[in-house]
């Protein structure tokens, strides 16, 4: 990046776009990219808050110089430390001379365990405040939204507040930074697949710090991925809200594991059924092809999830196992589930999938709909009592 772009008072956004990693932590793919946002308060004292990760870094100090216009940086306010923002830590503790880095406990154990540093630290608990000047600065532990450690830091004068993966989405900053400057529609399924598949999991930790916040005044949310919220920033507080109490909109997500096309069949089946019953928004995939961040950001928007699986060896189709390790790892609830498959031995999938479904919080609508060999007409008779029974409960009130 070669520019920094003021958000309010004497804050700056100065975060970097990150179009080379493939892969979010390692496993999540990143089709148009992710941002790093990095926050810099040029006050009497001077704040920069979270920094970038490190190999998407470039000439990240070199703009903190510009801004700082011979100004020495007095805090480095961390409110997350994993390494996408955590990654300038050490860089900038070396370089700007004298700085003071800003955390809680729990901070500090990763801070000295992943880069050494064990001095020039202020410690800040829940409600602290730290006043640089015009800006005056509160301290929110958050803690599991995403990490431990996380906190968010609140400005009182602007009522700007730094929320760390809280908010964040994947999906680079292509020119437009803040809300009223993009088109959200590019955003909102990135938003939901970064929210379902990284914060998901700590659903319950996000309602608790929604109402701590509850109350503040906030004129700017100021996350570390993705858009900064001005114009609307109740608009996110609302999708998080709505997401972290797995509300979820009318429709169905059908998931197949199909080796030669039976269990397919039986997949399409269902969903043309569904629709009969008055169901509009199906979604069939097929959990070889789609990666499992987009089903699992999918089965986090729909109230329905049909999962369906071919026997192999006995067990229910290998990837369609990480899926559902993955949604008791994610504790997907409040959704109803429907479950199909086919054998063509003794069967396996379709009794596993029923062990998951014992294991999950999900309702289970119907009977499993299991069919030996290749689906025809007189075999299809529990996927129609399946696709009826979760077109009531989708289209109920
Ligand atoms: Fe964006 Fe939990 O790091």
């Not at 805090?75 to 003071?100: C, Q, R, W």
């Not at 991925?225 to 996110?236: D, I, Y």
């Not at 169905?252 to 397919?264: D, H, K, L, Q, R």
């Amino acid at each position: 990046m070669h520019y920094s772009v003021p958000v309010k008072g004497k804050v700056h956004w100065i975060g970097v776009n990150d179009r080379r990693k493939r892969l979010f932590e390692n496993m999540w793919p990143l089709d148009r990219g992710v941002s790093y946002n990095s926050y810099l308060i040029v006050d009497e004292k001077t704040a920069l808050v979270d920094t970038v990760e490190d190999r998407a870094a470039g000439n990240y100090i070199e703009r903190i110089e510009k801004l700082l216009d011979g100004k020495k940086l007095d805090y480095l306010i961390i409110n997350h430390m994993e390494p996408d923002h955590s990654g300038e830590v050490k860089a900038i503790y070396d370089h700007f001379e004298g700085v003071t880095i800003v955390g809680n406990v729990k901070t500090f154990k990763i801070v000295e365990a992943y880069y050494g540093i064990t001095d020039r630290l202020l410690k800040v608990e829940d409600g602290d405040t730290l006043p640089l000047g015009y800006h005056n600065l509160k301290f929110v532990m958050t803690p599991w939204v995403h990490w431990p450690e996380t906190m968010m830091t609140y400005d009182f004068t602007e009522q700007i507040i730094f929320t760390g993966d809280a908010f964040g989405s994947f999906g680079t900053l292509d020119g437009g930074i803040f809300d009223d400057e993009i088109n959200f529609d590019f955003f909102e399924e990135e938003m939901r697949r970064y929210y379902s598949n990284i914060v998901g999991k700590y659903s319950n930790m996000v309602q608790k710090a929604l109402a701590k916040l509850n109350g503040t005044p906030v004129n700017v949310i100021a996350p570390t991925h993705g858009p900064v919220w001005r114009e609307n920033p109740k608009k996110v507080i609302d999708l998080y809200d709505m997401w972290s109490r797995y509300e979820a909109e009318e429709g169905v997500v059908i998931v197949v594991a199909s080796m030669y096309g039976n269990t397919e069949l039986m997949a399409d089946y269902i969903g043309r059924k569904l629709n009969e019953n008055g169901v509009k928004n199906i979604r069939i995939h097929d959990v070889s092809r789609t990666h499992i961040s987009h089903l699992i950001n999918e089965i986090w928007k729909y109230k329905g999830v049909i999962l369906g699986s071919c026997a192999y060896n006995s067990e229910m189709f290998p990837l369609m196992e990480n899926l559902t390790r993955e949604l008791n790892h994610m504790k997907v609830k409040n959704k109803y589930l429907g479950i199909f498959g086919s054998y063509s031995w003794n069967g396996g999938g379709v009794k596993k999938l029923m062990e998951f479904a014992e294991d999950s919080e999900l309702e289970l609508v119907a009977e499993p709909a299991e069919i030996y060999g290749k689906p025809s007409e007189s075999k299809y008779e529990k996927c129609d009592i399946l696709a009826q029974k979760m077109a009531e409960k989708i289209l109920s009130k």
